[in-house]
């Protein structure tokens, strides 16, 4: 058979677009279970970390289970609420920060996990979402019940420069946010900054950043800010009430 | 060919164990360069970006070996393409659903495994050519040289920037200038123009050992 023909070359070529379509698609149909749960569990891991629960996940003969066991029993309540500060209709755990943050922020949905630690006390935790430098980086920040002192933070990205802004995610990072206070003492929402060249020692607005990874570190201030900003009224409110 | 080819024959034995040195693809042939310079600030990812480059390029060889008397020629850089990228994206499904931490750990770099001029340089030079066997061990030859200087560059990146070998730390804690010692890990290290100039130093020491590998002028 003639393979240089213009007929042959057509043929093969669509031929082979076809079995590769058909064969990528089966592939994500058969992987998406798995997939999806992959995710969930990442999320629920991750929202478990930031108020310091689940820490043995890496230890755990089945690591799925422990994070379902550990979360239906920690994070009892998860509810929306909108940049009022109002209760809303939703589940908080399917809420897609991505989609939210492009919505005005008075449409935005935004979710809110409560948890029940051992002792009895409640914290909030929030989820928060920005950029860093080569994509999206997100995290969770949990609140004690005054809705002004951090009890935890947890961070992710995409794919952030690994050893640089990739660290976001290391404990080192997330470690010294614990204790740092959002508001100040005039009841202004200052937030967190994450300071280039090392936080003030005392200062309990500022953490230190990464060297070397500036532009994640200044994402990590700027996500932090702006989502607080949008749960600003939730927390006053809530503060008032308890 | 009269007499069958024993499988591990001295000429296939050496498409498995050239690329390892005197054909090495990064030091000798440089190809691959921007995966090795990306991939290599710590060990574990490289060591991942390895294996999944290997598996992508001994089956990506199978392939086109298989298929090589059938392939129309003026699109035959095209269907590598498509076979490759195939194979690349099956690999990060899989990853994705089976090994997620892992999968997480390498984020974009799976994709990046397409743009991999090692594997493209392979199909095009050997896979077209011969038959699946020998194809299959090339690609693993050549994925394994390849990998061999991921590590060797990774360890010397991931000991001397993070202080660690494979995420465990081997540096003391106590050393360190911050806990009052007198040790500093190097920042550069983990940036990419550190990679390339300890790919250079790799190239050089192993061409001072192997002198025939030396342009003459």
Redesign the interface.
């Known amino acids: 058979m003639d393979?240089?023909s213009n007929k042959?070359?057509f043929i093969?070529?669509a031929l082979?677009?076809i079995i590769?379509a058909a064969?990528?698609s089966s592939?994500?149909i058969v992987?998406k279970k798995?997939?999806q749960k992959?995710v969930e569990i990442?999320k629920k891991q991750n929202i478990l970390t930031s108020v310091k629960k689940g820490l043995e996940a890496n230890e755990a003969d089945d690591k799925t289970a422990y994070i379902e066991s550990e979360y239906s029993k920690y994070i009892t309540t998860s509810y929306v609420v909108n940049s009022k500060g109002d209760k809303i209709d939703g589940d908080a755990f399917t809420v897609d920060l991505n989609k939210e943050q492009a919505k005005a922020v008075e449409e935005r949905k935004l979710p809110v996990f409560e948890c029940k630690d051992d002792d009895g006390s409640v914290k909030y935790v929030l989820p928060i979402r920005g950029k860093g430098l080569?994509g999206p980086i997100w995290g969770y920040i949990a609140l004690e019940n005054d809705m002004n002192t951090i009890f935890g933070a947890n961070f992710d990205h995409?794919?952030e420069t690994?050893?640089?802004g990739a660290e976001i995610n290391q404990t080192w990072f997330s470690d010294p946010f614990a204790g740092k206070k959002i508001f100040n003492k005039q009841g202004v929402l200052v937030s967190i900054k994450v300071t280039k060249g090392g936080a003030a020692p005392g200062d309990i607005h500022a953490v230190d950043a990464i060297?070397?990874g500036t532009i994640t570190s200044d994402g990590v201030t700027a996500m932090i800010s702006d989502c607080l900003a949008t749960y600003e009224n939730f927390l006053k409110n809530k503060n008032n009430e308890l | 060919m009269s007499e069958k080819e024993p499988l591990f024959s001295p000429k296939n034995r050496k498409l498995i164990f050239n690329p390892l040195s005197k054909d090495n693809p990064i030091t000798v042939q440089v190809l691959g360069i921007c995966s090795a310079l990306a991939v290599t600030v710590k060990m574990k990812p490289a060591f991942v970006m390895a294996l999944s480059v290997m598996v992508v390029l001994a089956s990506a060889n199978v392939i086109v070996s298989l298929l090589r008397n059938t392939i129309p020629n003026r699109i035959r850089i095209i269907v590598q393409l498509v076979i490759i990228a195939l194979l690349v994206i099956l690999v990060d499904q899989v990853l994705k659903a089976y090994v997620y931490d892992v999968s997480k750990q390498l984020s974009v770099f799976v994709g990046l495994i397409i743009t991999n001029c090692i594997i493209m340089g392979r199909l095009e030079a050997f896979a077209l050519g011969n038959k699946p066997w020998p194809s299959f061990l090339d690609g693993i030859g050549n994925a394994a040289g390849y990998g061999l200087i991921l590590m060797i560059v990774a360890f010397f990146r991931e000991l001397f920037g993070s202080g660690s070998i494979f995420g465990f730390q081997i540096i003391p804690d106590v050393w360190y200038i911050k806990n009052g010692g007198f040790y500093e890990n190097n920042g550069l290290m983990v940036l990419s123009p550190m990679a390339l100039i300890t790919v250079g130093i790799i190239i050089w020491v192993h061409r001072s050992k192997n002198r025939d590998l030396i342009e003459k002028k």
Do not use: H
Request: hydrophobic letters at 40%; zero cysteines; glycine letters at 12%.
């Open positions: 393979t240089n042959y070359t093969y070529a082979m677009v590769a064969i990528l592939a994500a992987l798995p997939q992959n990442e080569w995409k794919g690994p050893g640089l060297s070397g």
